[in-house]
């Protein structure tokens, strides 16, 4: 059974950082692209970040850029999230899950964790 298990949110001050975790269990991560989402209250679930490591490829989006980084621990089996200079903005559900390619559509992933909440005070 694959499971996926986000950990890592909880309730910072603008400018602050966090970094989230994703535990990875009945798969091996670097053989998928392996993504974060985030859903805020009202609107739709988007990529923040992706990686795959067997191909490289990689994704950022444009309001994460220069703030977060995306990483993956082949021991571990977990990839991380370091999110600085957090911004109210970047409150929302973070979820990670996994799939065939970094593609920002998240109907193209195939298993998903349970989501980690941040929030961003001002």
């Known amino acids: 059974e694959v499971q996926l298990q986000a950990s890592g949110g909880g309730l910072v001050q603008a400018g602050e950082s966090l970094r989230l975790s994703c535990a990875v269990s009945?798969?091996?991560?670097?053989?998928?692209?392996m993504g974060w989402f985030r859903q805020a209250a009202g609107k739709e679930r988007e990529m923040v970040s992706c990686?795959?490591?067997?191909?490289?490829?990689?994704y950022l989006a444009d309001s994460a850029k220069g703030r977060f980084t995306i990483s993956s621990d082949s021991a571990k089996k977990t990839v991380y999230l370091q999110m600085s200079s957090l911004k109210p903005e970047d409150t929302a559900l973070y979820y990670c899950a996994a799939g065939p390619q970094c593609r920002p559509d998240p109907v193209t992933f195939w298993w998903w964790g349970q989501g980690t909440q941040v929030t961003v005070s001002s």
């Open positions: 009945g798969l091996t991560p670097d053989d998928y692209a």
């Open positions: 990686i795959g490591v067997t191909d490289g490829s990689r």
